[in-house]
């Protein structure tokens, strides 16, 4: 098996143990007791890798405690890639039964073994009654569906319990001449009603509301949950490892079932409502403009009294509703947000795009200025680092903080220096975040270069020593 099949596979596992604990995690589960809740949690089946497993209660437990003294690493296994699974019971029976007590609900147990043997799933000599009864009683599937949803499990007590977030359209900008549609990606905190983050993108992607996710979080905090839709822009690897690294609880919605997500979608019509309706969108002119307008509305929707929230006998706005649970506030130092949502998807090398891993490698010496790797490979459609006194290959996961930014940055570079219709401006926001002295000031000879062949830079930070270094490399260029 390949090393990126093996860390797929490990990162698979880990997630689903991270599932079993994260109400654990976050302190949200309903029993009495962890003990009840472990007992609960290995009463049921699960399905992992394609076979259906049978966990102990010590096991859950033990990757509880796993996860508080080492984090989402503690949960990574370090040889095993397996589970034991239930062996009296064949997976195919296990099947028959759950099929039988979806399909009808009010089965007895002794009618179900009945079955079983008739329609040969087991054999009376090797599983005995109590054996499927048993079963069934641990999985929870005496009791009927009837369909209905508790939707009071939505109702937050307090703020940070959960965000909501989702995707809404919206308008058309003209940009050059061109008519682009945008979309608003948005978070909402279930108890105050208060958006920690909004903002318009041309696209709907998993990036994007990533940035947006993050950015939320750096201002207010962790929540213990949050909520999400089912499409392809929130169900991915990257944001389950992220919300396992950072103790959060990831809840989808069930398909067809808009009530779950009220609030967000009441939020997005009263913005189109009292905002959007009232522009004049040929005005417009860039999307950041357009961002700017938004970032004013939703400042004065979190400072406006709000019909539905209360402190005592009075109506108050989601700001001061959710500064009330200050103190229940979780958050985390923003580097760590950054190191977090750092991208630990294996990257994967197209035919097209190999012939400018040269060109990518050389912006990458650069970056990293040091002897330490020798050359940038492609190794099953991966891209490697060799390391010079051992020949070694380094995969991305690997690599340190700083090296994965200077690899990012080294992409990015080429494709806006091997595109000729790319416009002549590269815009950096923070790029210092994740980067030490050297690696810093290796950033800012190679934007100097590029600056002096015509190219604008716009260069965000808030350190006040990167800021003095720029303005030093750049004080005599035009």
Same mark, same amino acid.
């Given at each position: 098996m390949e090393q990126k099949d093996r860390d797929a596979k490990k990162n698979e596992i880990a997630l689903f143990r991270y599932g079993l604990i994260s109400s654990l995690v976050n302190n949200t589960y309903e029993e009495s007791s962890k003990e009840e809740y472990y007992r609960k949690v *290995? *009463?049921?089946?699960?399905?992992?890798?394609?076979?259906?497993?049978?966990?102990?209660? *010590?096991?859950?437990?033990?990757?509880?405690?796993?996860?508080?003294?080492?984090?989402?690493?503690?949960?990574?296994?370090?040889?095993?890639?397996?589970?034991?699974?239930?062996?009296?019971? @064949? $997976?195919?029976? #296990?099947?028959?039964?759950?099929?039988?007590?979806?399909?009808?609900?009010?089965?007895?147990?002794?009618?179900?073994? #009945?079955?079983?043997?008739?329609?040969?799933?087991?054999?009376?000599?090797?599983?005995?009654?109590?054996?499927?009864? &048993? /079963?069934?009683?641990?999985?929870?599937?005496?009791?009927?569906?009837?369909?209905?949803?508790?939707?009071?499990?939505?109702?937050?007590?307090?703020?940070? $319990?959960?965000?909501?977030?989702?995707? @809404? +359209?919206?308008?058309?900008?003209?940009?050059?001449?061109?008519?682009?549609k945008t979309y608003l990606i948005a978070l909402i905190d279930d108890a105050s009603r208060l958006i920690t983050n909004a903002k318009f993108y041309f696209e709907d992607n998993a990036i994007n509301f990533q940035n947006v996710f993050k950015e939320g979080l750096k201002k207010y905090g962790i929540p213990k949950k949050i909520f999400l839709d089912n499409g392809k822009t929130y169900k991915n690897e990257q944001l389950a490892i992220i919300c396992a690294n950072c103790g959060m609880e990831l809840i989808y919605t069930k398909p067809y079932s808009p009530q779950?997500?009220?609030? =967000?979608?009441?939020?997005? %019509?009263?913005? &189109?409502?009292?905002?959007?309706?009232?522009?004049?969108?040929?005005?417009?002119?860039?999307? !950041?403009?357009?961002?700017?307008?938004?970032?004013?509305?939703?400042?004065?929707?979190?400072?406006?009294? %709000?019909?539905?929230?209360?402190?005592?006998?009075? !109506? =108050? *706005?989601?700001?001061?509703?959710?500064?009330?649970? #200050?103190?229940?506030?979780?958050?985390?130092? !923003?580097?760590?947000?950054?190191?977090? /949502?750092? +991208?630990?998807?294996y990257p994967t090398i197209r035919s097209d795009s190999i012939a400018h891993i040269k060109k990518i490698e050389g912006i990458f010496k650069l970056l990293v200025a040091s002897n330490e790797f020798a050359e940038l490979k492609v190794e099953d459609d991966e891209i490697v680092a060799i390391r010079s006194a051992s020949e070694e290959s380094v995969s991305v996961v690997q690599m340190s903080t700083g090296q994965k930014v200077c690899l990012a940055l080294a992409f990015m570079f080429d494709l806006f220096l091997s595109n000729s219709n790319t416009p002549n401006i590269i815009m950096l926001d923070e790029p210092?975040?994740?980067?030490?002295?050297? %690696?810093?000031?290796?950033?800012?000879?190679?934007?100097?270069?590029?600056?002096?062949?015509?190219? #604008?830079?716009? /260069?965000?930070?808030?350190?006040?020593?990167?800021?003095?270094? /720029?303005?030093?490399?750049?004080?005599?260029?035009?």
């Open positions: *290995s *009463s049921k089946t699960y399905t992992l890798n394609g076979k259906e497993i049978k966990l102990r209660s *010590s096991t859950i437990k033990g990757w509880y405690m796993d996860y508080k003294n080492l984090g989402y690493d503690g949960l990574v296994p370090k040889t095993r890639t397996d589970l034991n699974t239930s062996r009296k019971i @064949s $997976s195919d029976a #296990q099947e028959k039964i759950i099929d039988y007590k979806k399909s009808f609900p009010h089965i007895s147990g002794t009618l179900i073994y #009945q079955k079983l043997i008739e329609d040969g799933y087991i054999n009376e000599m090797e599983v005995s009654k109590s054996t499927i009864l &048993k /079963f069934i009683r641990d999985n929870y599937l005496l009791f009927g569906d009837d369909g209905k949803v508790d939707r009071r499990a939505f109702e937050m007590e307090f703020a940070n $319990s959960m965000w909501d977030a989702d995707t @809404s +359209h919206g308008p058309y900008l003209t940009i050059d001449n061109k008519k682009i779950s997500k009220a609030k =967000i979608e009441r939020w997005f %019509h009263t913005m &189109k409502e009292t905002w959007m309706r009232g522009i004049n969108w040929e005005e417009i002119k860039d999307i !950041n403009e357009l961002n700017d307008m938004l970032c004013d509305f939703v400042n004065e929707y979190n400072n406006k009294i %709000h019909s539905s929230l209360k402190d005592e006998d009075r !109506n =108050i *706005s989601p700001k001061e509703r959710w500064f009330k649970d #200050q103190d229940r506030i979780r958050k985390i130092d !923003n580097n760590q947000i950054d190191e977090y /949502f750092l +991208h630990t998807a210092a975040a994740n980067l030490d002295d050297l %690696h810093m000031l290796n950033l800012l000879d190679v934007l100097r270069k590029i600056a002096l062949s015509g190219t #604008q830079i716009f /260069f965000t930070t808030n350190n006040p020593t990167v800021a003095k270094l /720029f303005r030093r490399k750049f004080r005599n260029t035009k």
